[in-house]
């Protein structure tokens, strides 16, 4: 059975920092290429970032590039999502998800097969 556990969600001021993990389970993880995605209430879900299953390769969306880093530990089975310079408009439910096996990362949702039950994450301001 497969399972994605997000952690590290909270609420923050602006400007602070947050990280975020994803511990999987039940799948090839070092074959997946790996994302993060967001959604605030009213919203549609919006990809954040992605990393590929060797961890070479990152893809940010524009809104977080500069201040998201998302790294990866095969060896652990683990993927991280470092948030610094938080802004309100970052306010959302943080999902960690999964890609096709052997699957370069992808910005669209529909093309995850794996999801975990999210993370909240407030930025007052």
């Known amino acids: 059975q497969v399972q994605l556990v997000e952690s590290g969600g909270g609420l923050v001021q602006a400007g602070g920092s947050l990280r975020l993990s994803c511990a999987a389970s039940g799948l090839t993880f070092s074959r997946r290429a790996m994302g993060w995605f967001r959604q605030a209430p009213g919203k549609e879900r919006e990809f954040v970032a992605a990393?590929?299953?060797?961890?070479?390769?990152?893809y940010y969306a524009d809104s977080v590039k500069g201040r998201f880093t998302i790294s990866r530990e095969n060896a652990k089975i683990t993927m991280v999502l470092q948030m610094n310079n938080l802004k309100p408009e970052d306010t959302a439910v943080y999902y960690c998800?999964?890609?096709?096996?052997?699957?370069?990362?992808?910005?669209?949702?529909?093309?995850?097969?794996?999801w975990g039950q999210g993370t909240q994450v407030t930025v007052s301001s």
């Open positions: 990393i590929s299953w060797s961890g070479d390769s990152a």
């Open positions: 998800a999964a890609g096709r096996f052997g699957i370069e990362p992808r910005t669209v949702a529909s093309e995850y097969d794996y």
